[in-house]
């Protein structure tokens, strides 16, 4: 999440941390590893996304694996797609578009674990370090984060080039 949104306010976006919990949220390295915490500066419950311009969803097996399961996650993945709102989406983050029903007839790529899940639902993956289709941007891993934040920009660039400060969930 880190350098994706550093890019992104490098860029002129202004980003808000979406969260179905409230306060504080802690990075995870890996499966066990705490990182560093962060302020949630919306609660999912309070979040429209007809405000927002475009969507930055993080990676990590447990993050993804747990916000997949949110029916609120769902539904604001199913209403930002529906509207054809650029999304950014890395690593483990697809099963979220998995589980809101946002993957068929998409390509795409991710972490090498989901490749069948994104199968099963409709989709084509790639093993490439960036994958662009339409609105959606998707990278495998972390080590690709520099092909992933390049066309990120560029997704959101091309889609909100009017727009003087646009804002990414």
């Known amino acids: 999440m880190t350098e994706p949104r550093t890019a992104l306010e490098a860029a002129g976006a202004h980003t808000t941390l979406v969260s179905p919990v409230h306060g504080e949220i802690h990075g995870v390295q890996h499966d066990q590893e705490l990182q560093d915490s962060f302020e ?19 990676g990590g097996a447990l ?37 809101a029903g946002a993957i068929e007839g998409r390509t795409l790529t991710s972490y090498y674990t989901l490749q069948d899940d994104i199968r099963n639902a409709g989709g084509t993956w790639l093993d490439r370090e960036v994958v662009r289709d339409r609105n959606l941007v998707t990278s495998r891993q972390p080590g690709d984060i520099p092909a992933f934040n390049r066309e990120m920009l560029a997704l959101f660039a091309e889609h909100y080039s009017h727009a003087t400060e646009p804002r990414a969930a």
């Open 63 to 99: 993050n993804a694996d747990s916000m997949r399961m949110v029916p609120e996650v769902q539904e604001f993945i199913r209403r930002m797609q529906g509207a054809g709102k650029p999304m950014a989406v890395i690593c483990h983050a697809p099963w979220e578009l998995v589980s």
């Open 40 to 58: 949630v500066d919306l609660p999912l419950v309070q979040a429209n996304p007809e405000d927002f311009d475009a969507l930055l969803l993080p």
